[in-house]
Every structure is written in structure tokens, then in C-alpha cells.
């Protein structure tokens, strides 16, 4: 049971994939461990395997693991969106957060008139106009069910039983 060649540590992910031996100097090794073969080959179709190297031997050591993983995130993004990117990505978010800030906005509004509505006795005045508890974004009819009681959200129901 004895081998011919001691024991090592299996290739980092980049030498795997680039089929060559990896040395204890390799450069891929600690940012692409083994586990993660589809890291690299996003990373390489993207970039290329050379261009990687270069940029990771042109940074400081404490800036390899951050620069790998924005490598990494930008790469998958760009297969995903060849046109756009991690740009699409943020532009949907950030698009996002402006639709929920006006709807937060909307929210707080709301809530300023109901406590309006509450401390003033029932009715809620705003520059000037009455409204019902739920303000002038609903419809007159909406408002008045909720003040009658009518609470059927608007479904009639003629079924008849």
C-alpha cells in the first residue's frame, strides 16, 4: 500500500481548470480554493485568466481577497447581463429604494392623517378639505363604507344566501 509520490494538496481551482500544476506560489491558490471551481470559470470567461493574475500581482496582499470577490460578483453579473452588468443590478436597486421611499412616504402621510383624524374628533382636516379617516387618495364612496361600517372591501355579494 505504499505510493510512489507522497501526499499534496489538491490544485486551487485556476490551476485545475488552466491544467497545470500548482505550486505553493501560486497566485489563484488562496482566492480560488478548490471547492469553488465555477468561481474561477466565471472569473476566466469574463476576464481571462491572465488578466487576473497580472491584477492580483499588481495589489497589495490585504486588497487580493476584495478584489476577487468584486471579480467575482462582476463576472457572474456580466454573464447574466452582458450589456449592462453589476450597473443593471444596481440601477434596479436603485430604482427600488426610490419606489419604496415614495411609498413610505405615502405610508407616513396616511398616518399623519389618521392621527389627525383622531385627535380632531372624528374628522381630519388638510389644507382646508374634510376627508374620511383614509384621506383624499381614496374614493368619497370608500370612505363613506368605512365611516357606515360597510366593511365588504367593496365586493357585493349577490350569491343570495
Known sequence: MSSSSSYSNPPCAACKFLRRKCLPSCIF????PPEEPIKFTTVHKVFGASNVSKLLNEIQPHQ???????LAYEAEARLKDPVYGCVG????????????????????AD?????????GGGTG???GQTYGMFGPRYSSAWNSRINSGDHNNGIDDDSGR
Open 29 to 32: 491558490a488562496p482566492y480560488f
Open 64 to 70: 487580493r481577497e476584495d478584489a476577487v470577490n468584486s
Open 89 to 108: 443590478a444596481i440601477s434596479v436597486l436603485q430604482k427600488q429604494v426610490i419606489r419604496l421611499q415614495k411609498e413610505l412616504d405615502a405610508t407616513n
Open 111 to 119: 398616518l399623519m392623517r389618521y392621527a389627525n383624524y383622531e385627535s
Open 125 to 127: 382636516t388638510l389644507i
